[in-house]
């Protein structure tokens, strides 16, 4: 049987703020009885979309790497957790390459399959979690919007998100016990949502 909940580490670094709140996500959904497979992108080859455009033909990505593994257990899941600090106000490299490679099952949604805007079945929830270095007003408006858009292509919904200002030194996160608790408990939340 499939876990319920995929996470997916978006960090370049393996022990960054991130990376500490979304296992402390992990955590919470686990006490709450949901099996999780977690994956860090920086262990997994995946290139980035070249958009050669083979995917107009069936929807498949000629690219073969750890793409196809990734991409079939994301949309066996129920649930998503999906961190990544802000890098310039967007995700990081990993994690956009991630995103970019999707391209090819937004072609087969909405290039073959037609499927209407309007006609969303957002049968999986998604939790975003997210640190910036900086206290910009704006800084995590550009990660929200990617992420909801790139959900929507696996028919997901941006159920919650995450987000800590002025946080940049590994493992600064630890400092802030009230936000380790928040992550800890939206993951319990979202395997709670998706059970």
């Known amino acids: 049987m499939p876990p319920e909940i995929i996470s997916i580490y978006g960090s370049p670094r393996r022990k960054g703020n991130t990376a500490i709140l ?37 929807g498949e990505c000629a690219i073969k790497d750890d793409f196809q593994m990734l991409r079939d257990k994301m949309l066996a899941a129920k649930g998503l957790i999906i961190s990544s600090p802000v890098f310039f106000y967007s995700v990081s490299a990993h994690t956009k390459i991630l995103m970019d490679r999707f391209q ?25 979690v997210s640190v910036g270095a900086t206290h910009g007003k ?38 802030h016990p009230g936000y380790l608790k928040e992550a800890y408990t939206a993951g319990k939340e979202l395997a709670e949502t998706v059970l």
């Not at 037609?114 to 957002?122: K, S």
């Not at 408006?141 to 919650?160: E, H, I, P, Q």
């Open 22 to 58: 979304t296992q402390e996500a992990v955590r919470g959904a686990r006490d709450a009885g949901a099996g999780v497979e977690e994956f860090v992108l920086r262990d997994l080859k995946i290139s980035p979309c070249l958009e050669i455009y083979a995917c107009r033909k069936k």
């Open 104 to 128: 090819s099952l937004w072609v087969r949604k909405y290039w073959i399959d037609q499927i209407p805007h309007e006609a969303q079945n957002y049968n999986r929830k998604a939790l975003f």
């Open 138 to 175: 704006m800084l995590f408006n550009g990660v929200r919007l990617s992420m909801k858009y790139f959900l929507d292509t696996l028919d997901a919904a941006l159920w919650r998100t995450l987000t800590y200002r002025g946080i940049d030194l590994e493992g600064e996160i630890k400092t």
